[in-house]
């Protein structure tokens, strides 16, 4: 069965740093894109980051760039997103997605999607 499931998400403090993790099941992530996208409340999802199926990492969005990396463990059949300086406005759900060979920003590129992770930045 196809399933993506994130971890890793919880309470951290301005300037501190989170690891989340998208494990996923039924199918290989190095053989699709994998993409990371948070949904704050009131707002749209929107694209942080992703990696395409052949290991390139296609983008980052503005407000993470220098300080997210998305990386892959192909033994684990994960993909990771380190986050540090964390800020809060860094506070959402982050969602890890699948899409096809390369990378979008679009969020209907993705056609199977985690169950999410919250991450809240607060002192």
């Known amino acids: 069965q196809l399933q993506l499931v994130e971890s890793g998400g919880g309470l951290v403090q301005p300037g501190g740093s989170l690891t989340l993790s998208c494990a996923a099941s039924?199918?290989?992530?190095?053989?699709?894109?994998i993409g990371w996208f948070q949904q704050a409340p009131g707002k749209e999802r929107e694209g942080v980051s992703c990696?395409?199926?052949?290991?390139?990492?296609?983008y980052y969005t503005d407000s993470v760039k220098g300080r997210f990396t998305i990386s892959r463990d192909n033994a684990k059949n994960t993909v990771y997103l380190q986050m540090n300086s964390l800020k809060p406005e860094d506070t959402a759900v982050y969602y890890c997605?699948?899409?096809?060979?390369?990378?979008?920003?679009?969020?209907?590129?993705?056609?199977?999607w985690g169950q999410g992770t919250q991450v809240t930045v607060s002192s």
């Open positions: 039924g199918f290989s992530v190095n053989n699709y894109s």
């Open positions: 990696i395409n199926r052949y290991g390139g990492t296609n």
């Open positions: 997605g699948r899409g096809f060979n390369y990378c979008s920003k679009l969020r209907n590129y993705y056609n199977y």
